[in-house]
């Protein structure tokens, strides 16, 4: 019996540790400030929202044609920082090659795959809820 009431404890805190950290999980470590993608360059200015200092930082991007289909760029944008907490930065990462590419884009698409903090955890987002999670866009017009 003892053996029991002791696997029933261990299974409802192990849940409830479970649902907490689910709840933190699902939420996202920045707030996105602006999202530029004009003068050969896409800048992406973000807050940091949690509570830790953010070391590293990646972003996957898609850029937008004129009608709104996604074109995935094959590599991440990724950035190393030191970000306290409630501090906003921007990032700049050149992108002239995109209309090499594709010839044209209208827009773009931005989600955030993972974040480093200085105590060496990570934040990424759910997996099935990686593209809208921590997500933002805008068209070129």
Known sequence: MAKTTFVRKAILTFGIFASLSGLALAQCP???VKLDNRSGKLTIKFQNASQQTITGIKF???YLDATGD???EPQPYTASLRLAPTRATSIDWPNTEVKQLYGFYDGVEVWLVKV???DGTTWQPEPDKIRNQCFMTTRKR
Do not use: K, R
């Open 30 to 32: 920045i707030n996105y």
């Open 60 to 62: 996957g991007v898609a």
């Open 70 to 72: 996604p074109h995935d």
């Open 116 to 118: 480093a903090f200085a």
